[in-house]
């Protein structure tokens, strides 16, 4: 018999007994709260958005301005804010293909294979993850499902029984949105609608809806347009006379002849539009290469380093970059909040210039639509000199987040880039999670972007590992021409200084672009 569980009352013993009859249990309700009945609906509500947030998502949203800057794109962005009680959801779920996704309450699926408590665990950070992503969209998590089976129902995703106990659930809490964690296949979709008798989305759809939201460059709103009919192109449908569907013999209720129309009319001009729309927007994103690479030419030109800043998302890579060189990029406890690659130099310890550029965040499952959209903007990760790996050192599975994020990485081809591990929000974390953390990467450097600890040792990890110009020279300069000294610091590196009567003999490696402009102080 299928268990159906709620998660506030369990005690420690209560959690070792679930965990070793994971097997058994075919679904196990993992958002649910016991007690809704004895509160009223406002306060239910209000329990559950607190209670249910997702591990990914931080409890503490204390911004420091002073750090982050003056984050006017955040106050824009919480300026707009949902009204509960309210709905503008149709009746009809024929008609939610065509219009805007909203999501409002909703209720989480997933279907795990495995028969172990860690694959019950797994399932669950899965699915509290997104409880993160809907929340980040705008909804409110209900409750959640995870259904144990050796595959997802090819018909309505859970088992048939499963679906139909589904439907109770969203009727008696009066959710109007369903969301699978994992992408549905059309069918799967629609089967799944016509049980539950209210709109069904997947996670690929709440992360392209969450990436709509927070893209502001024209690059990233076109980037995530594409990925969006990309989704969209085999999912399209239609109903009745508007589809104009064809019909001979003694179909139609036996009219026959006369009732054959022109077929499927306005589905095959809707995917004419999108893949004229499709071709379109990768012309334009094309067209933003060229000033990518120009500016891209010009930092090696002037032998400047370049290091990406990549990471899961809400990791703190946004933070962590204002802590560093005062930004000023937007800093939300949401997921994706920043999805715009953001360019800001700053210096190693010993002087030397440097980029740090700061990239979209990534996530498990993460839609393939999404990857190839963003591909010229990942290219940041793959011609960068050296990459900083953020991860969340409070997030309870960070090993997976590390294997998401080199997944990643090894897609755009940055597998051979060299890569300084940080474990930011190191201030949230005890000793004895520095010790796993320091098992899952040796030579990592933990770091707070909030109380600025480990910055400096992250500087000088990084100041180890650019490449450093490959030729030692010898230079006299005169005390008059100290801009001489300042461009060493900046474009090599200075190994040693001795004062003598007639200026500064300096020892320093450079390349050979800026020994040949420096050719008139060189001693043999």
């Not at 824009?76 to 309450?105: I, K």
């Amino acid at each position: 018999m299928d268990e159906l569980q709620g998660e506030s009352g369990r005690s420690a013993s209560r959690e070792d007994a679930a965990a070793t009859s994971a097997s058994d249990r075919m679904i196990d309700r993992i958002l649910g709260r016991a007690g809704a009945g004895r509160a009223s609906a406002a306060e239910s509500d209000a329990r559950r958005h607190d209670e249910a947030r997702a591990l990914a998502i931080q409890h503490d949203d204390a911004y420091v301005d002073a750090r982050d800057g003056e984050q006017f794109d955040r106050d824009e962005r919480e300026a707009l804010r949902r009204v509960g009680g309210l709905s503008t959801e149709l009746e009809d779920v024929t008609e939610v293909e065509y219009r805007q996704v909203r999501l409002e309450q909703v209720v989480l699926i997933g279907v795990y294979a495995g028969r172990s408590a860690q694959d019950a665990k797994d399932a669950e950070n899965s699915l509290r993850e997104l409880a993160a992503l809907c929340e980040t969209a705008g909804a409110i998590v209900l409750d959640g499902l995870l259904q144990r089976r050796p595959h997802p129902d090819p018909s309505t995703y859970l088992g048939k029984g499963k679906a139909e106990e589904l439907r109770g659930i969203v009727a008696a809490s009066g959710a109007d949105t369903v969301v699978a964690d994992t992408e549905l296949a059309p069918s799967q979709r629609r089967a799944l609608e016509d049980v539950v008798k209210v709109k069904v989305l997947d996670r690929t759809a709440v992360i392209l809806d969450i990436f709509s939201q927070h893209a502001k460059s024209r690059e990233g709103k076109a980037q995530v347009e594409l990925a969006q009919l990309e989704y969209l192109l085999p999912r399209l449908r239609g109903w009745g006379e508007s589809m104009s569907r064809q019909a001979g013999g003694q179909a139609a209720g036996g009219v026959g002849m006369g009732s054959r129309g022109p077929g499927e009319t306005k589905i095959e001009l809707d995917r004419r539009r999108i893949h004229t729309r499709m071709a379109k927007l990768r012309k334009q994103i094309r067209a933003f290469e060229p000033a990518r690479r120009a500016k891209r030419a010009n930092r090696s030109r002037n032998a400047v380093p370049s290091v990406a800043i990549a990471g899961y998302t809400n990791a703190g890579k946004s933070s962590l970059l204002n802590r560093i060189t005062k930004a000023g990029v937007l800093v939300e406890n949401a997921l994706f909040a920043t999805l715009d690659p953001t360019v800001r130099r700053t210096r190693t310890p010993d002087g030397r210039e440097i980029t740090l550029s700061d990239t979209v965040g990534f996530v498990s499952n993460l839609p393939h639509q999404l990857v190839e959209a963003f591909r010229s903007t990942l290219e940041e990760v793959g011609d960068a000199d050296v990459i900083v790996h953020v991860v969340d050192a409070a997030h309870p599975d960070p090993a997976r987040q590390l294997a998401t994020v080199r997944d990643v990485i090894g897609e755009v081809g940055a597998r051979d880039v060299p890569e300084i591990v940080a474990f930011n929000k190191a201030d949230l974390v005890d000793d004895d999670t520095r010790l796993v953390l320091r098992g899952l990467e040796p030579r990592a450097v933990f770091v707070s972007a909030k109380t600025g600890e480990g910055l400096d040792a992250l500087l000088l990890a990084i100041q180890e590992a650019i490449p450093q110009p490959p030729r030692i020279v010898k230079l006299l300069v005169p005390y008059d021409r100290g801009e001489v000294i300042s461009r060493l610091h900046v474009r090599g590196g200075v190994l040693d200084t001795e004062y003598r009567e007639e200026g500064t003999l300096v020892t320093a490696r450079i390349d050979d672009r800026e020994a040949a402009a420096l050719e008139a102080f060189l001693v043999a």
